[in-house]
């Protein structure tokens, strides 16, 4: 994988994996677990030689003393989101995400927290919010906050969309437990430093000598620190020294904070918790650009809003190529939008304020457009846009890749609008675009830059650029971070912003904590150069042919991965299942994302680097369930890189079995269709036992019952023959894919019933097969073979909707089939295909209302699936069900199946874990007599093997209309068009 090592090096990696398992801590060396840890979220890629998963401080204490011993740097990490390189090393890497994620206590009266540094803020903030029935919660909200930890926010200072109410991490911190550089157990507060054990003599001896040093620092430095600290409301660059001045109570703890794990490592934190207003409402404001909307901001910070952000056109447009026009509701006319906050205790006050502040900026004459956004789906919506920011600005609409590198500068609000339009002079200069979007409340701006960073030429753009930017922000009064820390990618350029005094400072500062420089080497002092290490710097240039037909070249496919870490969530979405259910960073996208980076930076070959044993072993968990195809802000698709692996690494080669029985299903369903009575018979007895070793499925794993082809035939056959066919109608192609022929033939009926019964001509069609089987298990040369014929079948010349009842077999028509096969005529039937749930919508928005034969319950459970989540989104269920008379209640995630995966020997125990995540809860709340809906038969087999509910449901079965006389008799509930 990733570049050879010396013979040295790997007797001195083990000799640190036999120290550090001897003290009891879990430790990993292997190529697949450095290849994850090389990489954060920034431009940058350092190997460490080990990572560990501490469960304990005392095994941190363990660790840094092994790593003291031998010289090997430690670097700590939550989760691994810095943008800045801070969370990367070359030593050992302290993952606290895996085990130490404990929140010890909520106290609602002291309104503080204590928490272990691995807890995730969103995690943290759910938990408050609950314990203390919504009174209180936990303030810092950076986008990242779903897969952030408390750690790591205090590493770098994290603040976060809501500070300009609350500020930043610093302001929330009470106190820090520490292991020292030394092994030390020290707990920082305000008025120094003391021994976690009150009992240690040892560490308050520490202790006292640490106070005394710090105290010193600061008497030697009063009027620097107060001159050239704290300036600006985001000045995050270099340590937070102001904190241990008199007047400021010197504070150890918030000193530490932002000081990115240079100087003692966190292993405790008491956080300070805050009141939840009673009352909130999003005011939109829509600007031709971002400095005139910059230009506003003194007038809207006159309200006191708890958050001002803002985004522009490029980032809107990209989501709503990516998601949908749909995706992005409720904005205003513009180009560039301000999203203000504002709270109170009652709503009609609050809403009082909104419409003041929209007359004042009307008055102002640069808002083009404003409004109120009270409805909390859309403010979830506009939210979402501005929370997927970084990954979305990464990989734009317009094809452009944009990069961090300048992403967190801040200035005094009231000077931002000079500033951004002094840096879009600077980006023009040197020939760069930049996307932008941030924290126009604090005057701190994200900005993506399309840097060229595979080419020596574009590097040295980026180095002249940055160094020029430094020197701009700085004339502003600004600070080179404002959020993120300095990392490698601004440390260079602390020169530029302070004085070499200040500096000096700040190397004493951290040699009082961590003489030998043991801790997070390269960030704050001593810096390596911001073009060293850069991940894209190494990667040779080979084509890698593909079978399928990428947007992008598979090495640039690959990188589509900057490292956000939206896969690493608990929560929204349904990416990444299996991260979900083991907790391991190889189980997410990123992971994976960052393994498949390593084969084709260190594959001596192309050839070889298809065979890659760890990029096999990272992509085991991968269930193509594909959503990270949406979920991903960067558009990762690693289902459709799998497929791709897969047909590499197997090529000339046995494969497991289940790629030849589940994987070529579709054939085997051809002879089961003949012989489905004595088939469903046979599984009944002890040869079920042996088919299923024989096929490699689980032995706890519910088979299904074949159907004959008689069933289906007759099935479609009587829904059509019971309707007359309207001669002028519109004409609707049915497509009854394999597995509903084989499988599920009343959904075939259902679905001809219910098209006939709003007024459509029903052509069906079973003479082709989507592939979707081979595909998924990376057979891709037969998968290419059935798409052709797939095309012949379907390409009629017309644009008739062609309506799929499997939604997984829509899916493979609508992305699978054109980059398969990369014609016109391919790419004409793919735009043709619908779901039943999309195509139903698309009626119900032209007039027809559903007409259940069998009234529905007043609740149905809703299991849509991941395929038709990724492809055709997750709105049309909801929207068809509640025009039928009931509510839909979303088992939001994956079933857990996901076609072959769920029914392989080795992935059962998995497979029911993800069942866990969202589906077995949903049914076990739902009320009695509540439906399910299953229209993915993967869906229904895991409703049947929960055995929690009745058996799933495809949407056409509960719509059914039933045939004319079947309505006459009960009665229709709506009209059809």
């Known amino acids: 994988m990733a570049e050879r090592r010396s013979t040295a090096a790997d007797t001195a990696d083990a000799e640190l994996a036999r120290r550090l398992a001897a003290a009891g801590i879990a430790v990993e060396t292997s190529a697949l677990r450095r290849a994850q840890y090389a990489y954060d979220a920034s431009n940058y890629r350092v190997e460490p030689v080990a990572v560990a998963f501490p469960r304990t401080a005392d095994d941190v204490v363990a660790a840094v003393r092994v790593c003291a011993e031998l010289r090997v740097p430690v670097i700590g990490r939550g989760g691994g989101t810095s943008m800045a390189g801070n969370a ?75 500070s300009v109410r609350y500020g930043r991490m610093s302001d929330h911190v009470l106190e820090l437990d520490l292991v020292t550089a030394d092994g030390a157990r020290l707990t920082a507060c305000p008025g120094g430093l003391r021994a976690t054990d009150p009992t240690d003599v040892d560490a308050a001896r520490r202790a006292e000598e640490l106070n005394q040093r710090l105290r010193d620092l600061a008497a030697e430095n009063l009027a620097r620190f107060r001159l050239e600290l704290s300036t600006i409301p985001r000045q995050v660059s270099g340590y937070h020294l102001d904190h241990l001045l008199p007047e400021r109570g010197f504070d150890v703890a918030r000193a530490l904070v932002g000081s990115e794990g240079t100087c003692a490592i966190v292993v405790r934190a008491r956080v300070r918790l805050v009141p939840r207003p009673a009352s909130a409402l999003l005011v939109c404001l829509g600007y031709r650009d971002v400095v005139e909307a910059a230009r506003d901001i003194e007038t809207i910070l006159a309200f006191s809003p708890a958050a001002v952000e803002g985004v522009d056109d490029a980032i809107v447009t990209t989501m709503r190529a990516r998601r949908g026009a749909d995706s992005v509701a409720a904005l205003p006319e513009g180009a560039a939008w301000l999203y203000v906050d504002l709270d109170g205790d009652a709503p009609d006050t609050v809403a009082e304020r909104a419409q003041e502040l929209l007359a004042e900026l009307r008055a102002a004459g640069r808002l083009v457009d404003g409004r109120t956004v009270p409805d909390p789906a859309e403010r979830a919506s506009l939210w979402r846009v501005r929370e997927e920011g970084a990954g979305l600005s990464s990989r734009l609409a317009s094809g452009q890749e944009s990069w961090p590198g300048w992403e967190d500068s801040a200035v005094a609000p009231e000077r931002l609008a000079d500033y951004l339009a002094d840096f879009r002079d600077l980006l023009a200069e040197h020939g760069l675009d930049g996307v932008m979007y941030g924290h126009f409340g604090a005057g701190c701006m994200h900005i993506r830059i399309t840097y060229d960073l595979r080419t020596e030429e574009g590097r040295a753009v980026f180095r002249r650029f940055t160094a020029a930017a430094a020197e701009l922000v700085v004339r502003h009064g600004g600070s080179l971070s404002g959020e993120h820390g300095d990392g490698r990618a601004r440390s260079e350029f602390l020169p530029v912003m302070y004085s070499p005094a200040m500096l000096a400072a700040f190397t004493a500062f951290r040699r009082i904590f961590d003489p030998t420089g043991l801790l997070n080497p390269s960030s704050i002092t001593d810096p390596a150069p911001i073009d060293a290490d850069l991940a894209l710097a190494g990667v040779p240039e080979r084509n890698w042919p593909t079978r399928f037909a990428l947007p992008d070249p598979w090495v640039a496919s690959l990188q589509r991965c900057i490292g956000v870490g939206t896969c690493r969530s608990d929560v929204g979405g349904v990416m990444c299942p299996s991260y979900r259910a083991t907790g391991d960073e190889t189980d997410s996208t990123r992971g994976r994302a960052r393994v498949l980076q390593e084969m084709v930076r260190g594959a001596p070959s192309v050839d070889r680097g298809w065979r890659s044993e760890e990029a096999r072993e990272a992509l085991d968990l991968c269930l193509s369930c594909k959503a990270c195809s949406t979920d991903c802000p960067t558009g990762v698709d690693m289902a459709t890189y799998k497929s791709e692996f897969l047909s590499h690494y197997y090529e000339g080669k046995l494969r497991p079995l289940s790629h030849y029985s589940m994987g070529r299903l579709p054939l085997w369903l051809r002879f089961t269709g003949w012989l489905a009575p004595v088939v469903n018979a046979s599984l009944r007895t002890p040869l079920a036992g042996v088919a299923r070793r024989l096929g490699g499925v689980a032995p706890d794993r519910a088979l299904p019952r074949f159907a004959s082809r008689r069933e289906w035939r007759r099935a479609v056959r009587d829904a059509l023959s019971a309707r007359p066919v309207p001669p002028d109608g519109p004409r609707v192609v049915l497509f009854a894919d394999t597995f509903t ?97 999309t195509y139903t919508d698309a009626m119900l928005r032209a007039g027809w209302r559903p007409a259940p034969a069998v009234p529905l319950p007043d609740e149905v459970v809703l299991q849509t699936h991941c395929h038709e989540y990724a492809l055709f989104g997750a709105g049309a269920h909801r929207r068809v069900l509640a025009a039928a008379g009931t509510t839909p209640r979303d088992a939001t995630g994956c079933c857990g199946v996901a076609g072959n995966f769920g029914f392989e020997r080795e992935h059962f125990t998995v497979s029911m874990q993800v069942a866990e995540q969202a589906l077995a809860p949903a049914l076990r709340v739902a009320p009695d007599g509540a439906a399910v809906v299953t229209d993915g038969f993967s869906c229904a087999m895991q409703v049947t093997q929960l055995g929690l509910s009745g058996p799933g449901s495809h949407l056409a079965e509960l719509l059914d209309p039933g045939p004319p006389a079947v309505r006459s008799r009960r009665g229709a509930r709506g009209s059809a068009s």
């Not at 016109?824 to 735009?831: E, K, L, P, Q, T």
């Open 88 to 162: 990367i090393g070359p030593g050992l890497v302290l993952d606290f995400s895996r085990h130490m994620n404990r929140i010890h206590t909520i106290d609602g009266a002291s309104g503080s927290a204590d928490v272990d540094p691995g807890v995730v803020l969103s995690v943290l903030t759910r938990t408050v919010e609950e314990r203390t029935a919504g009174a209180m919660t936990f303030a810092p909200d950076p986008s990242s906050r779903t897969r952030a930890t408390v750690g790591g926010a205090a590493g770098n200072d994290a603040c976060g969309n809501h």
């Open 741 to 837: 022929r084989g499988l599920r033939p009343g959904a075939a009926g259902a679905t001809a019933r219910l098209l006939a019964g709003a007024g459509r001509r029903v052509d069906c069609t079973a003479d082709a097969c989507c592939g979707l089987t081979w595909i998924s298990t990376g057979q891709l040369d037969t998968a290419r073979t059935l798409l052709r014929r797939a095309v012949d079948a379907l390409d009629d010349g017309t644009d008739d909707p062609i309506v799929v009842v499997e939604p997984s077999c829509a899916a493979a028509l609508r992305k699978d089939l054109p980059e398969l096969v990369p014609t016109d005529r391919a790419r004409r039937v793919a735009a043709r295909v619908h779901t039943v749930a």
